[in-house]
């Protein structure tokens, strides 16, 4: 079949939709209060994030000499404006939003935000002394005129822009002053009013400065003053293969982002035209480029009311994951895996069981050595803890650290630094490729021999994101897969060319072509009339070879089930081309993260778990690992109550329609609520009640795992 643009989606504009499902959480009413403001705090943060990459990446483009469309048909200049007009919409959504239900609700639980002019007495005291004593002493009032430029602005930084009237040899002048507000790691962006109940009362530092113009500016008159917010590229340019020390070039790139081109200016609903005009001119944007705010500015620093122990009535009910059943009991770690592999599903079983498989490693005086990759490690003290003590015990220990895992550049530097101090062999990933696999290798003298240990994984080494994360862990120690394993690291420290794999399939590698002959197998069963599934699970599908191959299957006569949390270029539901293909996100309270393919493959089912999702950039741009999942038990694990409950999701889950919108999973007349975040964490917890309603509900409902046989063609 001849490819046809308007069989995909834009990339840019599906993000929007995912990032519309985060905005739809915080509008959910069955949601928490605090749970809502979250959601409301992390569409912004998503969108700070779009804009510094995807957006600035459009106005790069769009400044090119070369003119392409994209995979969904659109050039630069047109996705630009498609963006431009669901970005307004839903910055209008989200702050009306803020200002007509979450203002209101957070105060009738006590937690409200005062406008500085409006307190009494003992607060308007109390705040005076604060902003003598904590604030003024670290502002900064720069006056623009031709002496003074308008100043370099850091990204994402909040400032006040101020216009005022001087008088110099007997004239009157209008001029500009802008007042950067401290970064949130000098002074809060919340300032707490003291109170002697439970109560939480803030004012917004922004305010609080504003009301103290004069003192910045004196012998001025302020006519008025408003915030605004600069938002920058933050792509790093680095040519690996010109630079000398990969770590240098990374440091200076980072100071760089700092000061990026800019690509949206965010200001106050009532700043005069005349003044944002300017503000635009300075920074040479267009009107495009501008966003009026009815609301605070960088909502970000709104998680502040969310942090802490205190109103857990507002907040979603506690959980606290159990160790996993293989692990429990205090049995030795490598014993277990010795004699099956184990399967754990973060964040309803513990994420400890790694902490304790890397620090067993660490200690245990029969290992020899422990290679790790480190992404997003978070510097976590028990995970590089682990490695520094392996060093101290005499194990040989090497960590790849990714220099360039976006916006954790300054993280993973840090700690890479100390990892070599204390010894360890730090591999900096390799020239032109993200290393983004997550493996770690233990080599350990047992009684029989030399055996290696092997932890592969969908998510980071970090313990915080575990807890917030859906992801899947596989503990082995098959030989295939250590052989595998060890190979891998050879090829990431060493010199060597790629030698294949026994078992994992390796990006750049193996993997696409790989993923490909699965996809094309399932037809061929199709068209033979043998039993034919694929259910795929992933964070995004982007990739045009993997979706022709799906369009391909579906006309076959594939059943095709994807669930695809945020970006899904492909199209369900189009006639002669995807019928047989349904798409549906979840997101609810943990951010779904694991990748599980799992193709029926004639009756006798392969299941590969991943650190990829079906991207361009994870198949030819990073190495990656997917791993099969080859015992018969885990398959059935993965397939009946892992997969099985997100399909059967009808609260959280979301199908998306042919013309890239989404629409909440229908229940059909009769079912149970079924949230499968939620029976995931009451099945963690052994809670039989839901086993119970699980049972009912599957004899009461269409069976969603019969085999399909297709008619041969």
Same mark, same amino acid.
């Given at each position: 079949m001849k490819f046809n643009a308007s069989h995909f989606l834009s990339r840019e504009l599906s993000w929007l939709e995912f990032n519309q499902r985060v905005l739809d959480e915080a509008l959910d009413a069955r949601n928490p209060l605090l749970e809502r403001v979250k959601f409301f705090c992390i569409t912004s943060s998503n969108l700070d994030e779009f804009f510094e990459v995807r957006v600035a990446g459009l106005k790069q483009q769009i400044e090119s000499e070369v003119v392409e469309r994209s995979m969904d048909g659109n050039t630069a200049s047109e996705t630009f404006r498609a963006v431009r007009k669901r970005v307004v919409a839903m910055v209008e959504q989200q702050y009306r939003l803020w200002r007509e239900?979450?203002?209101p609700a957070l105060e009738k639980e006590g937690i409200v935000f005062h406008d500085p002019h409006r307190l009494s007495p003992r607060d308007t005291a109390f705040i005076e002394d604060y902003y003598q004593t904590q604030v003024r002493p670290v502002l900064t009032p720069l006056g623009i005129d031709p002496s003074h430029p308008f100043p370099q602005l850091l990204n994402k930084s909040l400032n006040i822009v101020v216009s005022l009237d001087i008088e110099q040899n007997g004239e009157v002048e209008r001029r500009l002053g802008v007042v950067q507000v401290p970064r949130a790691l000098v002074l809060p %962006?919340?300032?707490?009013?003291? %109170?002697? *109940?439970?109560?939480?009362? @803030?004012?917004?530092?922004?305010?609080?400065?504003?009301?103290?113009?004069? *003192?910045?500016?004196?012998?001025t008159r302020i006519l008025g003053w408003w915030h605004f917010r600069v938002t920058r590229n933050s792509e790093l340019y680095i040519d690996e293969e010109d630079a000398g020390n990969l770590l240098k070039a990374v440091e200076a790139e980072l100071h760089n982002r700092r000061r990026g081109a800019a690509v949206r200016l965010e200001v106050d609903h009532d700043c005069p035209p005349e003044i944002t005009n300017q503000l635009l001119e300075t920074l040479e944007l267009t009107g495009d480029d501008l966003y009026a705010i009815d609301g605070p500015l960088n909502p970000t620093r709104l998680m502040a009311i969310y942090e802490g122990d205190h109103s857990p009535e507002l907040r979603d009910r506690p959980f606290v994951a159990p160790i996993g059943a293989a692990f429990r009991g205090g049995t030795d770690i490598f014993s277990v895996i010795r004699q099956r592999d184990v399967l754990l599903h973060h964040p309803y079983e513990s994420y400890a069981s790694v902490v304790d498989f890397l620090e067993a490693a660490a200690a245990d005086p029969h290992v020899l050595a422990i290679k790790q990759t480190l992404y997003r490690s978070g510097g976590d003290a028990r995970i590089v803890?682990?490695?520094?003590?392996?060093?101290?015990?005499?194990?040989?220990?090497?960590?790849?650290?990714?220099? +360039?895992?976006?916006?954790? /550049?300054?993280?993973?530097?840090?700690?890479?630094?100390?990892?070599?101090?204390?010894?360890?062999?730090?591999? @900096?990933?390799?020239?032109?490729?993200?290393?983004h696999a997550k493996i770690a290798l233990v080599v350990r003298r047992d009684d029989d021999g030399l055996r290696r240990y092997v932890h592969l994984a969908t998510g980071n080494y970090n313990p915080g994101t575990a807890r917030l994360y859906t992801d899947l862990s596989?503990?082995?120690?098959?030989?295939?897969?250590?052989?595998?394993?060890?190979?891998?690291?050879?090829?990431?420290?060493?010199?060597?060319?790629? =030698?294949?794999a026994r078992k994992m399939l390796i990006a750049p590698f193996t993997a696409h072509d790989a993923m490909l002959k699965c996809i094309e197998r399932e037809?061929?069963?199709?068209?033979?009339? =043998?039993?034919? %599934?694929?259910?795929?699970?992933?964070?995004?599908?982007?990739?045009?070879?993997?979706? /022709?191959?799906? @369009?391909?299957?579906?006309r076959a006569g594939v059943k095709i089930d994807l669930i695809v949390r945020g970006i899904c270029c492909l199209k369900p539901g189009v006639e002669g081309v995807s019928e047989n293909i349904c798409v549906r996100s979840i997101v609810g309270r943990f951010l779904e993260h694991s990748r599980i393919f799992w193709f029926q493959n004639g009756g006798q089912p392969q299941v590969f778990v991943s650190s990829a999702d079906w991207m361009p950039r994870n198949f030819f741009r990073r190495v990656e690992t997917i791993f099969p999942i080859e015992e018969p038990a885990l398959q059935r694990r993965i397939f009946e109550q892992i997969l099985g409950t997100?399909?059967?999701?009808?609260? +959280?889950?979301?199908?998306?329609?042919?013309?890239?919108? @989404?629409?909440h999973a229908a229940r059909t007349k009769g079912s149970s609520p079924r949230d499968s975040q939620d029976e995931f964490m009451s099945l963690a917890l052994g /809670? /039989?009640?839901?086993?119970? %309603? =699980?049972?009912?509900?599957? =004899?009461?409902?269409?069976?969603?795992?019969?085999?399909?046989?297709?008619?041969?063609?």
């Amino acid at each position: 079949m001849k490819f046809n643009a308007s069989h995909f989606l834009s990339r840019e504009l599906s993000w929007l939709e995912f990032n519309q499902r985060v905005l739809d959480e915080a509008l959910d009413a069955r949601n928490p209060l605090l749970e809502r403001v979250k959601f409301f705090c992390i569409t912004s943060s998503n969108l700070d994030e779009f804009f510094e990459v995807r957006v600035a990446g459009l106005k790069q483009q769009i400044e090119s000499e070369v003119v392409e469309r994209s995979m969904d048909g659109n050039t630069a200049s047109e996705t630009f404006r498609a963006v431009r007009k669901r970005v307004v919409a839903m910055v209008e959504q989200q702050y009306r939003l803020w200002r007509e239900q979450l203002v209101p609700a957070l105060e009738k639980e006590g937690i409200v935000f005062h406008d500085p002019h409006r307190l009494s007495p003992r607060d308007t005291a109390f705040i005076e002394d604060y902003y003598q004593t904590q604030v003024r002493p670290v502002l900064t009032p720069l006056g623009i005129d031709p002496s003074h430029p308008f100043p370099q602005l850091l990204n994402k930084s909040l400032n006040i822009v101020v216009s005022l009237d001087i008088e110099q040899n007997g004239e009157v002048e209008r001029r500009l002053g802008v007042v950067q507000v401290p970064r949130a790691l000098v002074l809060p %962006r919340l300032v707490w009013l003291p %109170r002697e *109940d439970e109560s939480h009362e @803030y004012v917004f530092l922004g305010s609080l400065i504003g009301t103290h113009l004069a *003192d910045l500016f004196p012998g001025t008159r302020i006519l008025g003053w408003w915030h605004f917010r600069v938002t920058r590229n933050s792509e790093l340019y680095i040519d690996e293969e010109d630079a000398g020390n990969l770590l240098k070039a990374v440091e200076a790139e980072l100071h760089n982002r700092r000061r990026g081109a800019a690509v949206r200016l965010e200001v106050d609903h009532d700043c005069p035209p005349e003044i944002t005009n300017q503000l635009l001119e300075t920074l040479e944007l267009t009107g495009d480029d501008l966003y009026a705010i009815d609301g605070p500015l960088n909502p970000t620093r709104l998680m502040a009311i969310y942090e802490g122990d205190h109103s857990p009535e507002l907040r979603d009910r506690p959980f606290v994951a159990p160790i996993g059943a293989a692990f429990r009991g205090g049995t030795d770690i490598f014993s277990v895996i010795r004699q099956r592999d184990v399967l754990l599903h973060h964040p309803y079983e513990s994420y400890a069981s790694v902490v304790d498989f890397l620090e067993a490693a660490a200690a245990d005086p029969h290992v020899l050595a422990i290679k790790q990759t480190l992404y997003r490690s978070g510097g976590d003290a028990r995970i590089v803890g682990a490695l520094m003590n392996a060093v101290k015990n005499g194990k040989q220990v090497t960590a790849v650290t990714e220099l +360039k895992a976006r916006f954790d /550049e300054a993280n993973n530097i840090l700690w890479a630094r100390k990892l070599e101090e204390a010894g360890v062999h730090v591999i @900096y990933g390799i020239v032109n490729h993200k290393v983004h696999a997550k493996i770690a290798l233990v080599v350990r003298r047992d009684d029989d021999g030399l055996r290696r240990y092997v932890h592969l994984a969908t998510g980071n080494y970090n313990p915080g994101t575990a807890r917030l994360y859906t992801d899947l862990s596989l503990f082995t120690a098959k030989p295939d897969f250590g052989e595998d394993a060890t190979n891998l690291f050879n090829l990431l420290t060493g010199l060597g060319t790629f =030698q294949g794999a026994r078992k994992m399939l390796i990006a750049p590698f193996t993997a696409h072509d790989a993923m490909l002959k699965c996809i094309e197998r399932e037809s061929a069963n199709a068209r033979a009339g =043998q039993p034919t %599934r694929i259910i795929a699970k992933m964070n995004a599908l982007v990739d045009r070879e993997i979706i /022709e191959a799906l @369009y391909r299957a579906s006309r076959a006569g594939v059943k095709i089930d994807l669930i695809v949390r945020g970006i899904c270029c492909l199209k369900p539901g189009v006639e002669g081309v995807s019928e047989n293909i349904c798409v549906r996100s979840i997101v609810g309270r943990f951010l779904e993260h694991s990748r599980i393919f799992w193709f029926q493959n004639g009756g006798q089912p392969q299941v590969f778990v991943s650190s990829a999702d079906w991207m361009p950039r994870n198949f030819f741009r990073r190495v990656e690992t997917i791993f099969p999942i080859e015992e018969p038990a885990l398959q059935r694990r993965i397939f009946e109550q892992i997969l099985g409950t997100h399909l059967a999701d009808n609260t +959280k889950a979301s199908i998306l329609k042919p013309d890239g919108a @989404y629409a909440h999973a229908a229940r059909t007349k009769g079912s149970s609520p079924r949230d499968s975040q939620d029976e995931f964490m009451s099945l963690a917890l052994g /809670e /039989e009640r839901v086993r119970g %309603r =699980q049972r009912a509900a599957r =004899q009461s409902e269409p069976v969603k795992f019969e085999i399909v046989r297709s008619p041969a063609a």
